[in-house]
């Protein structure tokens, strides 16, 4: 379980450092006097419009802000030293948190449909979200069974034996 676990806290911890480092980029770019992506502008992709929409903010906080915070909980959560813990807290929270992440993903592009236009940063958010919420459900699986046969019995709660 150790190797797979540590091989799952990898991909993951890469991945909640690729959404951390694009929610950074687009909060700078959010607050910027005149933002300057590094993004092509077309009829079907414009960052700029996306990012300059309603759908921008949340509650006022800038959505790009959230990515931020929400990442560095992911990254905690996800670090191959969580992973190899039998918390059974950790592994609700992983998956409140890769839950959260992809509510707020269909929230986003359903933002994006409304306006018409999508953002290349904010896809990459979207599927690194996606990825690690397969990732989760992955862990959950391989995971879980191997420590219920161990006799660990708060992972066997979560599972129900």
């Given at each position: 379980?150790?190797?797979?676990?540590?091989?799952?806290?990898?991909?993951?911890?890469?991945?909640?450092?690729?959404?951390?480092?694009?929610?950074?980029?687009?909060?700078?770019?959010?607050?910027?006097?005149?933002?300057?992506?590094?993004?092509?502008?077309?009829?079907?992709?414009?960052?700029?419009?996306?990012?300059?929409?309603?759908?921008?903010?949340?509650?006022?906080?800038?959505?790009?802000?959230?990515?931020?915070?929400?990442?560095?909980?992911?990254?905690?959560?996800?670090?191959?030293?969580?992973?190899?813990?039998?918390?059974?807290?950790l592994t609700r929270a992983r998956w409140t948190c890769a839950g959260i992440g992809m509510v707020s993903v269909f929230w986003l592009i359903y933002g994006e449909l409304d306006v018409g236009?999508?953002?290349?940063?904010?896809?990459?958010?979207?599927?690194?979200?996606?990825?690690?919420?397969?990732?989760?459900?992955?862990?959950?699986?391989?995971?879980?069974?191997?420590?219920?046969?161990?006799?660990?019995?708060?992972?066997?709660?979560?599972?129900?034996?």
């Open positions: 379980m150790s190797r797979t676990a540590t091989r799952l806290g990898v991909a993951t911890t890469a991945l909640a450092l690729i959404g951390l480092g694009l929610s950074i980029y687009l909060t700078v770019e959010h607050y910027s006097a005149k933002p300057s992506y590094a993004c092509p502008t077309n009829s079907v992709v414009d960052c700029v419009k996306v990012t300059s929409s309603s759908y921008s903010t949340f509650l006022g906080v800038p959505v790009a802000v959230a990515g931020v915070v929400y990442f560095v909980i992911a990254l905690a959560l996800y670090l191959p030293a969580a992973w190899r813990s039998p918390s059974i807290w236009a999508i953002c290349l940063y904010c896809t990459g958010v979207h599927v690194v979200t996606f990825a690690l919420l397969v990732l989760t459900a992955i862990g959950s699986v391989v995971l879980v069974p191997a420590e219920v046969e161990s006799g660990d019995e708060a992972v066997g709660d979560l599972v129900g034996s």
